[in-house]
C-alpha cells in the first residue's frame, strides 16, 4: 500500500513538473514575445510525453482508481499553473 501511494505521489510530482514546463514554454507566449523559436520542438514533445506517461504507468501497473485520481489532481494541477502563468505574464 505505501509503494502505492509512493508512486502516486511521484507520477502527480512529475505530471506537474512537466505541465509547468509547457506552459512555461508556451509557443503562444514566446511568439507574443518576439521569439524566434516558436514551434513545437523536441523538448515540448519530451514534456508532452512526460505529463501523460505516468498516468499511464499508473493504468497499466496499479488500479484504475488511481488513474482516475490522478488524472483529476493533474487536472487541476494544470489549470493552477496556467493561473499562476496568467498573473504572473510569463
Known sequence: M???LATFTASI???TACIAYLGLSDPKRRG???SAN???SRKRVLGLIGSLAP???LLVQLEGAY???WF???AVL???IALILQKRGA
Open 2 to 4: 505505501a509503494a502505492n
Open 13 to 15: 510530482a512529475c505530471s
Open 32 to 34: 507574443v514575445r518576439g
Open 38 to 40: 516558436a514551434k513545437l
Open 55 to 57: 498516468g499511464l504507468w
Open 67 to 69: 488513474f482516475l485520481m
Open 72 to 74: 483529476g489532481y493533474v
Open 78 to 80: 494544470g489549470w493552477a
